[in-house]
Every structure is written in structure tokens, then in C-alpha cells.
């Protein structure tokens, strides 16, 4: 069974940077894809960025120039570099490990933007 373990998430100020980090296990070296999605209250989830196993990565139109994933070279883990901070950034960011077509998702880490 794949699990899915998000951390790094916090209260921060806007202007500031924040890392988030993600691991996925469970008997798979490595995905085909993973990504992070976020929620904030009210809202659907939506993407922020994905990387996959070539390298190829794709953004969410709120975040582009500002945000950066990136991935270990097992493609097991992936990291959220999120810099300029904005308040509107507050959410729940999950993130999404694919292998061969099935998605299993992380619980979620909480980061909010405020002064």
C-alpha cells in the first residue's frame, strides 16, 4: 500500500519562503508522476505543480515564477520551493503520487499566509 507523508507547512509572512517536502513509499522505487494540489476553504482543489519521471514539470497559473518543484532522483520524493509568498497561498497542500494510472494521496500540510 503507497503512503504519502507531506511536511514542511507553516505560518509564515507574506514576502517570505516556505519548503514543503513530500515522501511516498510502499513497495514502488519509482512514480510516474507526482505533484502538489492545494485547497483553501470555500474552494476546489487545484494544481500547483507536477513534475514527472523525465523531468517535465507543468504549474498552476497562480504560482508560476514563484513556486518550484523539484524531485529526488528515485522520483519518490518531491519538494515544493514556494518563494514571495502571498496571502492568497494560504491552503491545505496535498500531494499526489501516480503509478501506472492510481493516484494515492497525502493527508495534507497546512500553510498559511499572514502578517
Known amino acids: 500500500q503507497v503512503q504519502v507523508v507531506e511536511s514542511g507547512g507553516g505560518l509564515v509572512q507574506p514576502g517570505a519562503s516556505l519548503r514543503l517536502s513530500c515522501a511516498a513509499s510502499?513497495?514502488?522505487?519509482?512514480?510516474?508522476?507526482m505533484g502538489w494540489y492545494r485547497q483553501a476553504p470555500g474552494k476546489q482543489r487545484e494544481l500547483v505543480a507536477a513534475i514527472v519521471s523525465n523531468g517535465e514539470t507543468r504549474y498552476g497559473d497562480a504560482v508560476k515564477g514563484r513556486f518550484t518543484i523539484s524531485r529526488n532522483r528515485a522520483m519518490n520524493n518531491v519538494y515544493l520551493q514556494m518563494n514571495s509568498l502571498k496571502p492568497e497561498d494560504t491552503a491545505v497542500y496535498y500531494c499526489?503520487?501516480?503509478?501506472?494510472?492510481?493516484?494515492?494521496w497525502g493527508q495534507g500540510t497546512q500553510v498559511t499566509v499572514s502578517s
Open positions: 510502499g513497495g514502488i522505487s519509482s512514480f510516474d508522476a
Open positions: 499526489k503520487a501516480r503509478f501506472r494510472g492510481y493516484d494515492s
